[in-house]
């Protein structure tokens, strides 16, 4: 192996949001006031920090803005009425309310925005707003990173989140959706950020949206939600794309959780360069397996989730190093891993599980752990 081998430390997006900016989210601030702008360039300054001092090598916003990753880009999009969908438990909640209700607890179910009319991407100047905050916290902090990302949700995650009263059917509801999010995802790598793309569809869907189908029949629908994806992704250059797909971030048993291994194969029909997959919570800390059963594509990375977002516990260095070098193997190529986290730290305001302190003290031990692992696969 190389001397001079690293592991780049990456996370999935959302970090802490600031106490100022849950105020204004919780007050439905107008986006484009001089308050709520100031609020979000602070914590956004102040997520950028924290990032560098715990030793992100790839790193975002934190998502500051954003009341929810999954239905933000509606306000970037025309044909939404002021009337909000009804959200279903998953599967496995659902099979135990009383637990449900107390694992949910104040955590806001937000469902998205019923569309009324056509669907057409109307935000570019706001997302080209956004996504400079980023660049003027680098420059305000004096930091640097390897490489910067920014979030965005597939079709799919929004078709998940949402309603539509206008169309005749859900597939070309998705189709529409996939059109007009060509300009967001073209905006964002034009921008210079690496695009990741939220798609938890393509496994927590089988909980909610299908949970009647068996695997075989799930899988036809993934097919059909990756080809809306690269509908979206027509113009965009695969190198600078990663697609994130997990079994939800909520803190539920996840038995009924799909096969990895039942799926995989139409996620390696996108037209990305990474996958971002679970492997640190005790549910799917065996996907390495998986990986080495269905070997990525030979030009594709992998982002390992080696922490777990839904536990206080911070992992130990020597922990993360190890579920590091178990993906490495089933790789094959070390080089081909950047460490990272399962999923979001609060993918929904109000939605954090770990205390926003202990946030940073886990991304630090994932740069720890990164380093180790790095060392013995030399």
């Not at 640097?144 to 059917?169: K, N, Q």
């Not at 994806?229 to 797909?245: F, G, Y």
Request: aromatic letters at 8%; proline letters at 6%; glycine letters at 6%.
């Amino acid at each position: 192996m190389s001397r001079d081998l690293t592991i780049p430390t990456t996370h999935v997006g959302s970090l802490p949001r600031s106490e100022s900016v849950r105020e204004m989210l919780r007050s439905d601030a107008d986006p484009e006031s001089d308050a709520f702008d100031d609020a979000v360039n602070a914590a956004v300054r102040d997520t950028v920090r924290k990032q560098y001092d715990a030793g992100i090598d790839v790193a975002n916003d934190g998502e500051q803005s954003r009341l929810a990753y999954s239905v933000d880009v509606t306000n970037r999009l025309t044909g939404y009425a002021d009337r909000f969908a009804e959200r279903a438990l998953p599967a496995d909640l659902a099979e135990y309310p009383e637990f449900a209700e107390q694992a949910l607890g104040d955590i806001e179910n937000i469902g998205g925005p019923i569309a009324t009319g056509p669907i057409e991407y109307v935000g570019k100047e706001a997302l080209k707003w956004d996504l400079g905050r980023f660049d003027d916290a680098v420059a305000a902090t004096g930091v640097s990173f390897t490489d910067r990302f920014h979030t965005a949700p597939s079709p799919g995650a929004v078709l998940r989140f949402t309603e539509s009263e206008y169309h005749d059917s859900v597939e070309e509801y998705l189709f529409d959706l996939a059109e007009a999010l060509q300009t967001e995802y073209e905006t964002i790598v034009d921008h210079g950020a690496q695009l990741q793309i939220d798609a938890p569809e393509l496994l927590a869907g089988f909980t909610i949206t299908y949970e009647d189908a068996s695997p075989a029949e799930f899988r036809e629908h993934v097919a059909t939600y990756v080809e809306a994806i690269n509908l979206a992704l027509e113009n965009v250059p695969s190198d600078r794309v990663r697609l994130h797909a997990c079994w939800g971030n909520y803190p539920g048993p996840h038995h009924h959780d799909v096969a990895l291994g039942a799926v995989i194969g139409e996620f390696y029909e996108a037209d990305v360069s990474g996958l971002v997959i679970e492997g640190a919570n005790p549910r799917h800390n065996h996907e390495y397996q998986t990986i080495a059963e269905h070997p990525l594509p030979e030009d594709w990375s992998l982002v390992p989730g080696v922490i777990d977002v839904k536990t206080n516990v911070v992992e130990h260095p020597e922990v993360v190093a190890d579920r590091l070098e178990r993906f490495a193997d089933a790789v094959g190529d070390p080089s081909r891993i950047v460490a990272g986290c399962d999923c979001g730290f609060e993918t929904v305001m109000t939605a954090n599980l770990v205390y926003p302190a202990l946030v940073w003290k886990k991304l630090a031990a994932l740069d720890a752990g990164a380093d180790l692992a790095a060392d013995r696969l030399r």
